[in-house]
């Protein structure tokens, strides 16, 4: 699928279906990066801890939510960063989470104006019990004609 810049609608948004987050995304993803923070890691120590257990990595619900609302490829347009990351609330093994996606704002690109544009998508992920846990705009550069 090739959606061109001039394709996108603001407001128009998609939804993702659920994903639960499972004590092996914990560990693959402190694997990954290094952060073995008992946090994430020491069931015993997060009983002692305000939220009486382990919590999920912000990083990994970053990154769980952008995977969740990929789809088909558009091979006019790539991801250009995020913007404006917020962990709002924990997630915890057991936690499903969904994303939605809504898009939000397009300029044109500051250096190449007839060449690309930049399209916001502001992305909300919610947790079984409708709360937000994080937020953030994904930002992409999609071609025009």
Known sequence: MEQLFDQYLLESSRTSTGRTITEAD???HAGQ???????HMDAEWCKTQEFGQRVAHGTLILSVSVGMLAG????AAFSYGYDRVRFIAPVFIGDTITSKATIVAKKDHAKKPDEYGIVDEQVTVTN???ETVIAFVHVYMVRKK
């Open 128 to 130: 079984q019990r409708g």
């Open 72 to 75: 088909e490829i558009n091979e």
């Open 26 to 28: 914990i560990v693959l």
């Open 33 to 39: 990066t290094g952060d073995f923070y008992p946090h």
